[in-house]
């Protein structure tokens, strides 16, 4: 693995999988300031493969296929991320078109995407496990940018201009930290240097988004043609900055990120046959992280399923985890986050996140190592520290 910095200040790693036939490649550009209106930057990252002022969309498109490149822009939370896979032997062309893309993209088709958006924002809505998610985001996150959720796009995209989203995408890159990870069997030769030397210098620019306030809301949702009821529980909890980190990602496993040996399966499913699905999730921002508890489940057993949450939270938070049970979700946790790094694209993508949160390249064995040290005092003193009585709940019933 070499690290080095462009000329322009983009931290870049070069990782040598030998006898791989394809390339991977992940760019990600941190996020300082707030969207204006919600969705704008979704808007933004869709138009980004919609044509340049060296290609049309078509052409793109024509370009890609004919070479098997597999090329992306997604839009996170804190960063943009811009990702290719291709052939060892089209890597500068590969480059090249995303170089292209990045510093020349004309937005042109702006009307056309909002339209595409709505639609597909709309239909997704249709499902309950999406409503009652969008309504959690939103809660949790509640006037702050991390919950701009889907309902919160359709009731602001009206609002969004041209101009707005081709004016936050040059802030973005001229503001923006930027790393690069490129993983393969590929002979680099200053590639990076001539394609991404060119961006704009990346700056160490203070976020001017602010931390989310912590909020107790209960919230509840009609929907007439729902089958089951819906409930997420969350809270606002560390983030990978945090000396928690891996105690949160192991009481994920714990509770109910494992199948069917999670606590939370075992009690509610198994054992009281409340639902099918149940289980839990830590999810990551640079200035908060949520950690929520969800299931679905007959309206009859709303209560029931809720008093069970809260079964389990008191117990992990004052019963230590057994020595087995914590030796097994440590081993589960690293096994995860070995299989999650399988591919050279897994790599590249996983290294350039770990490095635009700010932590090293090569962070994912730190966290192994930190994990491997927690103990069950750690799981008891996090869990009283974060599963407070200042959660989110919401509710989607018939």
Same mark, same amino acid.
């Given at each position: 693995?070499?690290?080095?910095?462009?000329?322009?200040?983009?931290?870049?790693?070069?990782?040598?999988?030998?006898?791989?036939?394809?390339?991977?490649?992940?760019?990600?550009?941190?996020?300082?300031?707030?969207?204006?209106?919600?969705?704008?930057?979704?808007?933004?990252?869709?138009?980004?493969?919609?044509?340049?002022?060296?290609?049309?969309?078509?052409?793109?498109?024509?370009?890609?296929?004919?070479?098997?490149?597999?090329?992306?822009?997604?839009?996170?939370?804190?960063?943009?991320?811009?990702?290719? *896979?291709?052939? !060892?032997?089209?890597? /500068? &062309?590969? #480059?090249? $078109? +995303?170089?292209?893309?990045?510093? @020349?993209?004309?937005?042109?088709?702006?009307?056309?995407?909002?339209?595409?958006?709505?639609?597909?924002?709309?239909?997704?809505?249709?499902?309950?496990?999406?409503?009652?998610?969008?309504?959690?985001?939103?809660?949790?996150?509640?006037?702050?940018?991390?919950?701009?959720?889907?309902?919160?796009?359709?009731?602001?995209?009206?609002?969004?201009?041209?101009?707005?989203?081709?004016?936050?995408?040059?802030?973005?890159?001229?503001?923006?930290?930027?790393?690069?990870?490129?993983?393969?069997? *590929?002979?680099? !030769?200053?590639?990076? /240097? &001539?394609? #991404?030397? $060119? +961006?704009?210098?990346?700056?160490? @620019?203070?976020?001017?988004?602010?931390?989310?306030?912590?909020?107790?809301?209960?919230?509840?949702?009609?929907?007439?043609?729902?089958?089951?009821?819906?409930?997420?529980?969350?809270?606002?909890?560390?983030?990978?900055?945090?000396?928690?980190?891996?105690?949160?990602?192991?009481?994920?496993?714990?509770?109910?990120?494992?199948?069917?040996?999670?606590?939370?399966?075992?009690?509610?499913?198994?054992?009281?046959?409340?639902?099918?699905?149940?289980?839990?999730?830590?999810?990551?921002?640079?200035?908060?992280?949520?950690?929520?508890?969800?299931?679905?489940?007959?309206?009859?057993?709303?209560?029931?399923?809720?008093?069970?949450?809260?079964?389990?939270?008191?117990?992990?938070?004052?019963?230590?985890?057994?020595?087995?049970?914590?030796?097994?979700?440590?081993?589960?946790?690293?096994?995860?986050?070995?299989?999650?790094?399988?591919?050279?694209?897994?790599?590249?993508?996983?290294?350039?996140?770990?490095?635009?949160?700010?932590?090293?390249?090569?962070?994912?064995?730190?966290?192994?190592?930190?994990?491997?040290?927690?103990?069950?005092?750690?799981?008891?003193?996090?869990?009283?520290?974060?599963?407070?009585?200042?959660?989110?709940?919401?509710?989607?019933?018939?």
């Amino acid at each position: 693995m070499r690290e080095f910095i462009l000329t322009n200040g983009i931290k870049a790693c070069i990782k040598q999988n030998i006898d791989t036939p394809r390339a991977a490649l992940t760019l990600n550009i941190l996020i300082n300031d707030e969207e204006k209106f919600a969705g704008e930057y979704s808007v933004m990252s869709r138009l980004l493969l919609k044509g340049t002022t060296n290609f049309s969309s078509e052409e793109l498109s024509v370009m890609l296929d004919e070479n098997a490149i597999e090329l992306y822009t997604e839009m996170k939370s804190d960063y943009i991320r811009f990702r290719f *896979v291709c052939l !060892n032997e089209d890597f /500068e &062309k590969a #480059l090249s $078109i +995303l170089s292209d893309i990045i510093l @020349n993209s004309t937005f042109k088709e702006f009307d056309k995407e909002v339209v595409k958006l709505k639609g597909e924002l709309m239909a997704e809505l249709d499902s309950a496990k999406v409503k009652v998610s969008d309504l959690f985001t939103k809660s949790i996150y509640k006037n702050h940018f991390y919950g701009h959720s889907y309902t919160e796009i359709l009731d602001n995209i009206d609002n969004i201009t041209k101009e707005d989203v081709i004016n936050s995408y040059k802030r973005i890159l001229e503001t923006g930290r930027k790393s690069v990870v490129l993983v393969g069997d *590929v002979e680099e !030769n200053g590639l990076l /240097e &001539k394609y #991404l030397g $060119i +961006l704009p210098i990346s700056t160490e @620019n203070c976020s001017n988004i602010k931390i989310p306030v912590v909020v107790k809301e209960s919230a509840e949702l009609i929907k007439n043609d729902a089958n089951q009821a819906q409930i997420i529980q969350g809270w606002q909890v560390g983030t990978i900055n945090d000396n928690e980190y891996p105690a949160l990602m192991l009481l994920n496993i714990i509770l109910g990120a494992s199948g069917l040996s999670s606590r939370l399966f075992l009690e509610l499913r198994e054992k009281k046959g409340l639902a099918y699905t149940v289980r839990t999730s830590y999810e990551n921002h640079l200035k908060s992280s949520v950690f929520s508890i969800y299931i679905g489940t007959e309206p009859s057993n709303i209560k029931t399923s809720i008093d069970g949450f809260k079964a389990e939270i008191d117990k992990i938070k004052n019963i230590p985890v057994g020595e087995e049970e914590l030796h097994n979700a440590k081993n589960n946790l690293i096994g995860k986050q070995q299989f999650i790094s399988e591919t050279n694209s897994q790599q590249a993508n996983s290294m350039a996140y770990y490095s635009i949160m700010g932590k090293s390249f090569n962070y994912r064995d730190t966290v192994i190592e930190m994990i491997k040290n927690v103990t069950s005092e750690d799981l008891m003193a996090c869990a009283n520290k974060y599963f407070t009585d200042d959660y989110v709940l919401v509710v989607l019933k018939p």
